[in-house]
């Protein structure tokens, strides 16, 4: 059932035995896991079911760090959360990313991938993806023909990653989901439910109940056996720093470990390959396999990383020329939108995306109004611009001068653990009355080395395998860093440990000193590993549920219906 919680009476107090807060792919994950159990469950989304300004202004918030997007814009707050945004890239970490590294400080996981990979595929399920499987070994005889085409190096230490894609049906969970939840009868979600502080007892050792406000100014309350904070990398730190009413300096921040550790997937732009030969699928290009989307990259073995005391990294080489006609095609979109001026660009995007200006655009185009002054002109006159464009790029004289192996080199790299990169409160207060956050993003000289030592390599690799040659642009001053962007992947701020010294929660996601308060997401990543979050944030979700349903007492104390009663 959906309630929204306008229509509640103001001090309600909704009693439930779990309460998971945030609607997202880890939120989302969880309530469907716990669907049709002994037990009752309230799933509490800030936003409705569409995109609402006034909720989405609630995560505007204050970069000071590296250039970084703004923070409205990197996530999404209505039901669904960042699935309304993201492309479905899904594969799971690779081995080396839970093992202590000793050349990276704050490396390693409680546990190994072994133990994770039974969640992973049960992931890989309830993301409707393909077998669970990304050696690419295992798909060379579906693709025939094209498994000739590998880049035959002649060492190994390039290895070929591959992704995953999820279906267009599945990609967006409120949508995918929002009938499997609605029917099932344990589970209650709450929309326009904004948690503002999470209470205790008196010693903190325990949650009693939270408080939701709503954007009208009035409030109510939700009391549970088990609370889980699924909100995001951003929000989770936010909420536990600002449930500072019995401890000072947050909620499970005894060591002031809450907020620290940001990490983000680095990404730029770092130079040109020109192919010996067309760029194979396996240099970085995408298709489809049976019913299975699949994209690969570039990347270097783990033998490689030890070697050169690296974090991990990949490389897709996408062909210069192929860019160029989806720039065109880009702008073509947007002048059929009719423009009135550079101040109406930011809203010119795809139906959900539209309020999200940033988004992809955002990797390769600064936020320099600048930029979008001349984005602008090049709009308004596209017309005059396009034909002559047009013209030259489709003539018989350019195409037969056409370069398809000339590629630009796409970096994504690993961000190694650094507590001085972190997310803080800010003085500024949002409309509900919370603290905005400031999020001050470091990255660390063995990130800087990584990208400059794996761009040696590999030109290296293709030079003496006669297959390219790579032109970098990265300079040895400061000039190349400042075009890094980020993924929207926010990592790491309630990092696990076993030890509550180095982590917020421990290897069941429970926050250290707190017996009944559960993070999901990937703000519970020691570290980022190389691959997009959301299939280990799915994965860590599963196992955690199976975890909680494992301790509920199924035939004793237990909510018989969801139970709303006044507190005055």
């Given at each position: 059932?959906?309630?929204?919680?306008?229509?509640?009476?103001?001090?309600?107090?909704?009693?439930?035995?779990?309460?998971?807060?945030?609607?997202?792919?880890?939120?989302?994950?969880?309530?469907?896991?716990?669907?049709?159990?002994?037990?009752?469950?309230?799933?509490?989304?800030?936003?409705?079911?569409?995109?609402?300004?006034?909720?989405?202004?609630?995560?505007?918030?204050?970069?000071?760090?590296?250039?970084?997007?703004?923070?409205?814009?990197?996530?999404?707050?209505?039901?669904?959360?960042?699935?309304?945004?993201?492309?479905?890239?899904?594969?799971?970490?690779?081995?080396?990313?839970?093992?202590?590294?000793?050349?990276?400080?704050?490396?390693?996981?409680?546990?190994?991938?072994?133990?994770?990979?039974?969640?992973?595929?049960?992931?890989?399920?309830?993301?409707?993806?393909?077998?669970?499987?990304?050696?690419?070994?295992?798909?060379?005889?579906?693709?025939?023909?094209?498994?000739?085409?590998?880049?035959?190096?002649?060492?190994?230490?390039?290895?070929?990653?591959?992704?995953?894609i999820i279906p267009p049906t599945h990609l967006h969970f409120g949508e995918a989901y929002r009938a499997e939840l609605e029917q099932a009868r344990n589970i209650n979600t709450i929309l326009s439910a904004n948690v503002v502080e999470i209470e205790t007892n008196d010693t903190a050792q325990a949650v009693t109940r939270l408080r939701v406000a709503r954007l009208d100014g009035k409030q109510f309350w939700v009391a549970a056996k088990v609370f889980i904070l699924a909100v995001g990398g951003i929000e989770n730190p936010r909420l536990l720093l600002g449930s500072n009413q019995v401890q000072s300096n947050g909620l499970g921040n005894q060591y002031d470990l809450v907020g620290r550790f940001f990490m983000e997937h680095p990404y730029l732009i770092s130079g040109k390959m020109r192919l010996s030969s067309p760029a194979p699928l396996y240099a970085g290009r995408s298709c489809q396999i049976g019913e299975t989307f699949i994209a690969t990259a570039l990347g270097l073995s783990k033998e490689v990383q030890e070697r050169e005391q690296m974090v991990n990294f990949c490389a897709r080489l996408l062909p210069f020329e192929e860019e160029w006609i989806k720039a065109f095609q880009r702008l073509k979109r947007l002048k059929n939108r009719q423009p009135t001026g550079h101040q109406a660009f930011p809203t010119l995007k795809e139906q959900r995306r539209k309020y999200f200006p940033t988004i992809k655009e955002g990797r390769k185009y600064d936020s320099d109004p600048t930029f979008i002054q001349d984005l602008a002109t090049t709009i308004a006159n596209f017309d005059r611009i396009a034909a002559k464009a047009y013209a030259k790029l489709f003539s018989k004289k350019s195409l037969s001068a056409a370069q398809p192996n000339l590629c630009n080199t796409h970096l994504i790299g690993e961000q190694a653990p650094n507590p001085d990169s972190r997310i803080t409160l800010s003085r500024e207060r949002d409309s509900l009355g919370l603290n905005r956050v400031q999020l001050d993003w470091r990255l660390s000289p063995i990130d800087k080395y990584t990208i400059e030592r794996s761009q040696q390599i590999i030109a290296e690799e293709f030079a003496r395998s006669g297959l390219g040659q790579l032109q970098s642009e990265l300079t040895e001053d400061d000039t190349s860093w400042q075009s890094v962007r980020g993924s929207y992947h926010h990592i790491g701020t309630t990092r696990m440990s076993i030890n509550p010294k180095q982590g917020v929660v421990n290897e069941q996601c429970q926050v250290h000193g707190v017996s009944n308060l559960y993070v999901a997401g990937s703000s519970v990543f020691p570290t980022s590993g190389l691959s997009n979050p959301t299939l280990t944030i799915i994965a860590l979700a599963v196992r955690l549920a199976d975890h909680i349903k494992e301790h509920m007492d199924s035939s004793a104390g237990v909510t018989k219906g969801l139970e709303v009663t006044s507190t005055k």
């Amino acid at each position: 059932m959906f309630i929204d919680a306008l229509t509640l009476p103001e001090d309600t107090l909704v009693e439930t035995d779990i309460c998971i807060i945030g609607g997202g792919a880890a939120g989302i994950t969880l309530a469907r896991e716990f669907s049709n159990q002994p037990y009752q469950v309230c799933l509490l989304e800030s936003g409705g079911l569409d995109y609402g300004e006034a909720t989405q202004s609630l995560y505007t918030g204050e970069n000071v760090g590296v250039n970084y997007f703004p923070l409205k814009e990197a996530r999404a707050r209505y039901f669904g959360g960042s699935t309304n945004l993201w492309a479905g890239w899904s594969r799971p970490l690779d081995d080396i990313d839970f093992e202590d590294r000793p050349w990276m400080p704050y490396s390693g996981w409680p546990f190994t991938k072994a133990e994770l990979d039974p969640y992973y595929k049960r992931a890989q399920k309830a993301c409707k993806l393909g077998p669970y499987e990304y050696d690419l070994a295992y798909w060379e005889e579906a693709l025939g023909e094209l498994q000739r085409r590998q880049l035959p190096f002649l060492t190994e230490q390039i290895a070929t990653y591959l992704w995953q894609i999820i279906p267009p049906t599945h990609l967006h969970f409120g949508e995918a989901y929002r009938a499997e939840l609605e029917q099932a009868r344990n589970i209650n979600t709450i929309l326009s439910a904004n948690v503002v502080e999470i209470e205790t007892n008196d010693t903190a050792q325990a949650v009693t109940r939270l408080r939701v406000a709503r954007l009208d100014g009035k409030q109510f309350w939700v009391a549970a056996k088990v609370f889980i904070l699924a909100v995001g990398g951003i929000e989770n730190p936010r909420l536990l720093l600002g449930s500072n009413q019995v401890q000072s300096n947050g909620l499970g921040n005894q060591y002031d470990l809450v907020g620290r550790f940001f990490m983000e997937h680095p990404y730029l732009i770092s130079g040109k390959m020109r192919l010996s030969s067309p760029a194979p699928l396996y240099a970085g290009r995408s298709c489809q396999i049976g019913e299975t989307f699949i994209a690969t990259a570039l990347g270097l073995s783990k033998e490689v990383q030890e070697r050169e005391q690296m974090v991990n990294f990949c490389a897709r080489l996408l062909p210069f020329e192929e860019e160029w006609i989806k720039a065109f095609q880009r702008l073509k979109r947007l002048k059929n939108r009719q423009p009135t001026g550079h101040q109406a660009f930011p809203t010119l995007k795809e139906q959900r995306r539209k309020y999200f200006p940033t988004i992809k655009e955002g990797r390769k185009y600064d936020s320099d109004p600048t930029f979008i002054q001349d984005l602008a002109t090049t709009i308004a006159n596209f017309d005059r611009i396009a034909a002559k464009a047009y013209a030259k790029l489709f003539s018989k004289k350019s195409l037969s001068a056409a370069q398809p192996n000339l590629c630009n080199t796409h970096l994504i790299g690993e961000q190694a653990p650094n507590p001085d990169s972190r997310i803080t409160l800010s003085r500024e207060r949002d409309s509900l009355g919370l603290n905005r956050v400031q999020l001050d993003w470091r990255l660390s000289p063995i990130d800087k080395y990584t990208i400059e030592r794996s761009q040696q390599i590999i030109a290296e690799e293709f030079a003496r395998s006669g297959l390219g040659q790579l032109q970098s642009e990265l300079t040895e001053d400061d000039t190349s860093w400042q075009s890094v962007r980020g993924s929207y992947h926010h990592i790491g701020t309630t990092r696990m440990s076993i030890n509550p010294k180095q982590g917020v929660v421990n290897e069941q996601c429970q926050v250290h000193g707190v017996s009944n308060l559960y993070v999901a997401g990937s703000s519970v990543f020691p570290t980022s590993g190389l691959s997009n979050p959301t299939l280990t944030i799915i994965a860590l979700a599963v196992r955690l549920a199976d975890h909680i349903k494992e301790h509920m007492d199924s035939s004793a104390g237990v909510t018989k219906g969801l139970e709303v009663t006044s507190t005055k």
